[in-house]
């Protein structure tokens, strides 16, 4: 059974950052993705990393900003973000999937396993 651990989430400024964590137990699995929610909107999928080599897929809102790792040795993949605005508060989380980089679409099949999230807010 694949689980998921979010942490680092808090509050920040504009043009602030933040990294978080997310922990992962249980077989190892090809995709690993980071989503979010906010308020009134759909969960979207923001990036995504492929556990064999490392590939990286972002969604065009985030890519220059936001970096996505992994660290295979502690299982622990990380979303570094960076000139945060107002329009990254949401709740964030960690899925994991079979296949890069379609975990990162969110679907029953293709994102199987979740974490519970962890809140960002982005105010001044």
């Known amino acids: 059974q694949v689980e998921l651990v979010e942490s680092g989430g808090g509050s920040v400024q504009p043009g602030g950052s933040l990294r978080l964590s997310c922990e992962v137990s249980?077989?190892?699995?090809?995709?690993l993705a980071w989503f979010r929610q906010a308020p009134g909107k759909e969960r979207e999928g923001i990036a995504a990393?492929?556990?064999?080599?490392?590939?990286?897929h972002y969604r065009d809102s985030v890519r220059g900003r936001f970096t996505i790792s992994l660290d295979n040795a502690k299982k622990t993949m990380y979303l570094q973000m960076n000139s945060l605005n107002s329009e990254d508060t949401a709740m964030y989380y960690c899925?994991?999937?079979?296949?890069?980089?379609?975990?990162?679409?969110?679907?029953?099949?293709?994102?199987?396993?979740w974490g519970r999230g962890t809140q960002v807010t982005v105010s001044s």
């Open positions: 899925a994991a999937g079979p296949r890069f980089p379609l975990c990162m679409l969110g679907t029953r099949a293709e994102s199987p396993h």
């Open positions: 990393i492929y556990s064999g080599d490392g590939g990286t």
């Open positions: 249980g077989p190892t699995t090809s995709c």
